[in-house]
């Protein structure tokens, strides 16, 4: 069920570039970035906040299928949170 949502969402489509399960955070090769890691670290804050993984991944994906990938609130907040482009 979340896989399937997760596939329709194409959140783990071809376009995914940023994974990220517990602490650990996975960046495709090619992708890594001082910009993409902060953005990855917003997401692990949000789902401490949530108090779980479990408790936030429904949430998180409910928004991609509400809203969309773009305009999902965890996305907005977590893009509010990347670092600036200069900082690297
Ligand atoms: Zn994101």
Not at 4 to 19: R, S, V
Not at 48 to 67: D, H, N, R, T, W
């Amino acid at each position: 069920m979340l896989r399937q949502a997760a596939l329709q969402t194409g959140l783990l489509g071809p376009n995914m570039i940023g994974l990220t399960l517990g602490h650990g955070i996975y960046i495709c090769h090619g992708h890594e970035s001082p910009r993409l890691l902060s953005h990855e670290c917003r997401h692990v804050q949000q789902y401490e906040q949530a108090g779980s993984i479990a408790a936030y991944l429904p949430m998180y994906l409910q928004q991609i299928v509400q809203f969309g990938y773009a305009s999902a609130p965890y996305e907005i907040d977590a893009r509010a949170h990347e670092a600036a482009a200069q900082f690297k």
